[in-house]
């Protein structure tokens, strides 16, 4: 249920302050050391982060969809990475649970989920399943009442700091496709499961991908997550909510830095005047706030049309497709209007630009989200 709106408003100013205060002093530091400080995650915890999309009766704070993305936009007024701490807990780690768990799996975990006591990772990618994800090659084969799992997941968020992986694997070798994926709440404490090291990456410091490597772990037949076979479909739903979600923290990404390039151009003068006067300036700041808030009216309106329960993919696809495309877009100009400074990392312009290049990529390629939004609209025959 909707929260009311006073307190939807002390939520979203609640954050607002989190970020201006407590993550912004420190976003820099966080890329130089590549982690985020412990007692700032305790802060995130307090403030209910770990637990925004989880159930109140599971002890998280039950946003609706549209609540969830205006709290997006906020986080992502600084880095993104900070999110990241959060993300996996509040979308792609938890949502197969909330959405497929049957009651006896969700008193078990959701309550340490929501509380951030236990990070969650999402086990899909795979070294030859990337985009084509319903190739999923990690094996699960029945035996009694457990499954038996082997194979290496890649790319995985969180995956050092998880305690708990949804993961998809494959349970009948004889269907290629996703219709003989299921998936698995496997605890990381299971026999058999380890984590590479973090990857090197191109931006969002702070936050972690790593592999993931199953050999021999044995699961209980209790923690298949729906129905066998169901799992690629369980997959595509928690990637549609993911893809509102990121959407959002692309949408708040664009406000800063077009918040960024007002006050740049508004006190650096060139020619004997403030940049801003400029209207070549003003014609690059005008286009940036434009496509931000095309964006955000997109992304919303998405979100409220999966809380009012319609079906969304098309418009999760569109929604990510655009506002990643244009945070992009907004990023880049920033560079450009902020010039030499926009490339010398003092200015934080530079690690923004990096950071934002993964939204195109990750929950689904740029390119991925058009064949998803042209068969759908081709489904709905306009
Ligand atoms: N919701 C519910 N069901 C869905 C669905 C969705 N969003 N998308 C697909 N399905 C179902 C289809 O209806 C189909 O069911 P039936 O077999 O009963 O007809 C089944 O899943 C297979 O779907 P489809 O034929 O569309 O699968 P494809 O292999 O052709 O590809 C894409 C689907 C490419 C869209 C999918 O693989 C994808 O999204 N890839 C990107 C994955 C991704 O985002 N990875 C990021 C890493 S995770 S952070």
Same mark, same amino acid.
């Given at each position: ?31 130089? #050391? ?123 968020? #969180? ?63 209790? #923690? ?159």
């Amino acid at each position: 249920m909707a929260l009311d709106p006073e307190t939807r408003d002390q939520l979203i100013d609640g954050v607002r302050r989190f970020v201006a205060e407590r993550l912004r002093p420190i976003e820099a530091q966080v890329a130089e #050391n590549d982690a985020i400080p412990d007692h700032i995650v305790g802060e995130m915890r307090e403030l209910g982060l770990f637990g925004l999309s989880i159930p109140e009766e599971y002890g998280g704070l039950g946003l609706t969809m549209e609540e969830e993305c205006l709290v997006g936009i906020e986080l992502g007024r600084t880095s993104p990475a900070f999110r990241s701490a959060f993300g996996t807990n509040v979308g792609i780690g938890s949502q197969g649970l909330v959405m497929f768990g049957n009651d006896a799996q969700k008193a078990k975990w959701l309550p340490g989920i929501a509380s951030g006591e236990i990070v969650t990772s999402f086990a899909l990618t795979e070294p030859e399943a990337g985009s084509d994800s319903a190739a999923v090659q990690t094996r699960a084969r029945r035996d009694g009442d457990v499954y038996v799992l082997d194979g290496a997941k890649r790319y995985i968020t #969180n995956a050092n700091k998880a305690g708990l992986f949804t993961v998809m694997a494959r349970t009948n070798p004889d269907i290629k496709g996703g219709g003989g994926v299921s998936a698995f709440l496997v605890p990381r404490d299971l026999p058999g499961l380890s984590v590479g090291k973090p990857e090197k990456k191109m931006g969002q410091q702070g936050a972690h991908i790593c592999d993931v490597i199953f050999e021999g772990v044995r699961v209980p037949a209790e #923690n298949r997550l729906g129905a066998e076979g169901e799992g690629f479909k369980v997959a595509m739903q928690v990637l549609d909510r993911g893809r509102l979600h990121i959407a959002g923290v692309c949408v708040g990404v664009a406000e800063r830095l077009i918040a960024d390039c007002v006050a740049y151009a508004s006190e650096r003068k060139q020619f004997g005047q403030a940049l801003a006067n400029f209207q070549l300036i003003q014609a690059m700041i005008a286009d940036s706030k434009t496509e931000s808030l095309a964006a955000k009216a997109l992304v919303l309106d998405s979100a409220r049309k999966r809380d009012a329960g319609e079906g969304v993919t098309l418009e999760a696809a569109a929604s990510k497709l655009f506002a990643s495309e244009m945070v992009g877009r907004v990023a880049d100009r920033a560079v450009q209007i902020f010039g030499g400074a926009g490339y010398v990392a003092d200015y934080g312009i530079e690690r923004l630009y990096r950071d934002v290049r993964i939204f195109r990529i990750y929950e689904g390629t740029s390119q991925i989200q058009q064949l998803v939004i042209a068969r759908e609209t081709m489904k709905r025959g306009g």
